[in-house]
């Protein structure tokens, strides 16, 4: 019996697994001729014995939240060894587990390895810089119920806007050297300051399928703050988790920081960067960049390649490799403490039961002494029942998962196209009504979706802003590497990935 050959095209079987082979060779021998980057911390780990400035949370503690020294030391023995059976042997305090510190050594075939990516340092524990951020993380817990709408109008958000102003070393958008109310709890990233404060794509409906999905997501009940009494954080620090049995709100749009930091308790990863996904697919060709392949043609349109498919691969695949960069960084890099760690440091101090070199900015905050005449303590008031996941802090996860999502969006859509009939919501938060100030962007509105679901963890009082800025750059990095993998994957003549970074700088990958 013969069997007749149907296969057709430019080259041969034998020519088409070799090339196929080249092109995976090319991009293996790039990051193999990278050189080696040192990862620098900022110190705090060695800095101090007792390691008060270090990640700690779910290991026994004393009563001042300091952990304990033999416990700490087979920690780091497991991260230094990577040993599946020396992490089994950490001795911890309660029923909390560390979230996945192994996943720090996972590999990736796409894209760069996670060890070859390097940011900056944090913030040391006794800077400026660091005490600046916990002056913003009280003003923010303070401020979860006032809604963004009223910032520019409500007496705490202008005492916070004022207090952080003074601040000598405080990095969050400024004009004219001054925080605004209107600048309060942003990020400097191109276009995001401009509107409303959530992104349209936090509020505009989904289409999913053949259905419509409104985003009215549920929050907790105003004044619905944890871990500000001594026992329930001393418990927390040494993961027993607090019980509270949580009363939710009707649904409805996002409409203040309890909100938002609610939303961001509960996605996963990847729903974040679908949902704009799919948003901007349903605006159809005009909002796709215009420099992709097919976009003129007379005969074509992409659908495998630089169709829905592809996009929405690319755009959810996006999250996971960022996650492992991030969780490099955090569990073998910088193992940096929470905010809900930290607070207890400046309760301790400020009580006089224990001494830390910490800032006189964050010790003489306004915003730390309306804390404690509301509560009775300087902890940090947090959002969710159980504080911060039992993971180091930098840099934050979600940051550097939308940093990756929203990186791959911009490569395939437009950033110039303007967002059609813009909403916000109403007055109580059931319904959409249109905006109709300035134009909104797709890039700018991206951007500020990155920072809403970034500083959204910082409105929880579980990460910090250097966290977040920080980490939307590395799952940049993180994007822009597997993007440049699979530049050379298609037939179609291509001129290569456009878009904005969160610098601002135009690029071509």
Partial sequence: MFIISCLIGPISLAKRYLKAFR????????????????????????????????FSKALPHNK?????????????????TGNHN??????????????????????????????????????????AEAASEMVELYWQALTRDVPFSEYATDPLTIAAAKELSSL??????????????????????????????????????????????????????????????????????NGTLVQHDVDYSTPRYLLDGRALAEYVHHDYSVEDGLTPCLILLSYGRQALAPSKPYHHSDTQVGFADF???????????????????????????????????????????LTGAAFYPINHEVLNSEAVFRVYNKYGTYFLPQAYPEGCPPHPSYPSGHATFIGAMVTMLKAFFNEEFV?????????????LIPYKDAPLTVGGELNKLAYNIALGRDTAGVHYRSDGVNGLKLGEMVAIGILRDYRETYHKEFKGFSLTTFDGVKITI
């Fill in 23 to 54: 092109i995976r060779e090319k991009a293996a021998k790039y990051y193999k001729q990278l050189p080696l980057y040192s990862h620098a911390c900022n110190g705090d780990d060695i800095r101090y014995s007792n390691k008060m400035a270090s």
């Fill in 64 to 80: 001042h939240g300091e952990v304990d020294c033999h416990a700490y030391k087979k920690y780091m023995e497991a991260l230094k």
């Fill in 86 to 127: 020396d992490f089994e042997k950490i001795p911890l305090g309660g029923t909390s587990k560390f979230v996945n510190p192994q996943a720090a050594y996972s590999y990736e075939l796409v894209g760069p390895d996670s060890h070859q990516l390097v940011i900056p340092p944090p913030p040391s524990f006794h800077s």
């Fill in 168 to 237: 000598t070393e405080f990095r969050g958008p400024k004009f004219n050297g001054i925080v605004t109310p209107n600048l309060l709890f942003r990020a400097n990233l191109p276009g995001a300051i401009d509107g409303p404060y959530i992104s349209q794509f936090l509020w505009m409906d989904i289409p999913y399928v053949a259905a419509t999905i409104k985003q009215q997501y549920r929050s907790t009940q105003s004044g619905d703050n944890h871990l500000t009494s001594y026992q329930d954080w001393m418990d927390a620090q």
């Fill in 307 to 349: 169709g829905s498919p592809h996009i929405l691969d690319f755009v959810t695949r996006a999250a996971r490799p960022a996650l492992e960069a991030a969780w490099f960084q955090k569990w073998l890099v910088h193992r940096r403490l929470r905010p809900e760690e930290f607070g207890g440091r400046i309760h301790h101090k």
């Fill in 419 to 431: 967002i059609p009939n813009p909403v916000i919501p109403s007055k109580d938060g059931m319904s």
